[in-house]
């Protein structure tokens, strides 16, 4: 299987501020046919079910606002919060849909400082 | 817009059996792959499985933990999910959501989720 780890598990930033969560899988995840790397980002906010933010590592989702971003590629990805807003606490999972089972990192904890 | 709903979550006993339904709407289901993903209390996420559609013959998979023990089935006439849960443990004890899969790949959209709890 696939081990996805995230670092740091719990973060404060404060508002404005860069917030940057890694996440690094145990295997490359980028497939050379299609020079894709099968990555996905994913926020739950407390008492609410996870939203898609990221897919193909660098992708946004549907209507997710651009201050999100995603890079990387084979074993180390990265998620950038340029500008911290309020509305930005929450969890946030990666994933790798390279291989069954599509395992998710432990989480990362983003707060206010 | 898309929506997707479950239902069938409760508690049940160790050992026991539940049925887990995702009402799907918004979208047209039968083009779609769709997953299991659980949710222990106060855990994070855990891929459960993933029905493939027809195009693709219908093909299962599933995390070792549940593998023999959990069987996952849709009917696209429906637009219906099901995950059909046996031999439960308590470690299986989480909020269960469906998700639907875009490009055969990541999970695009998720339902509210439903808890089931294995205790006696």
């Known amino acids: 299987d696939i081990v996805m780890t995230q670092s740091p598990d719990s973060l404060a930033v404060s508002l404005g501020e860069r917030a940057t969560i890694n996440c690094k899988s145990s295997?490359?995840?980028?497939?050379?046919?299609?020079?894709?790397?099968?990555l996905a980002w994913y926020q739950q906010k407390l008492g609410q079910p996870p939203k898609l933010l990221i897919y193909?590592?660098?992708t946004r989702g549907s209507g997710v606002p651009d201050r999100f971003s995603g890079s990387g590629s084979g074993t180390d990805f990265t998620l950038t919060i340029s500008s911290l807003q309020a509305e930005d606490v929450a969890v946030y999972y990666c994933?790798?849909?390279?291989?069954?089972?599509?395992?998710f990192g432990q989480g990362t904890k983003l707060e206010i400082k | 817009e898309v929506q997707l709903v479950e239902s069938g979550g409760g508690l049940v006993q160790p050992g026991g059996s539940l049925r887990l339904s995702c009402a799907a709407s918004?979208?047209?289901?039968?083009?779609?792959?769709m997953d299991w993903v659980r949710q222990a209390p106060g855990k994070g996420l855990e891929w459960v499985g993933r029905?493939?559609?027809?195009?693709?013959?219908?093909?299962?998979q599933y995390a070792a933990s549940v593998k023999g023990r959990f069987t996952i089935s849709r009917d696209d006439s429906k637009n219906s999910l099901y995950l059909q849960m046996n031999s439960l443990k308590t470690e299986d004890t989480a909020v269960y959501y469906c998700?639907?899969?875009?490009?055969?790949?990541?999970?695009?959209?998720w339902g509210q989720g439903t808890l089931v709890t294995v205790s006696s």
């Open positions: 994933q790798q849909y390279y291989s069954p089972p599509f395992t």
């Open positions: 918004g979208f047209i289901f039968s083009d779609h792959y």
């Open positions: 029905t493939r559609n027809k195009a693709n013959s219908y093909i299962t």
């Open positions: 193909w590592a660098s």
């Open positions: 998700t639907r899969v875009d490009s055969g790949s990541y999970s695009s959209y």
């Open positions: 295997q490359s995840i980028l497939y050379s046919s299609s020079s894709k790397n099968y």
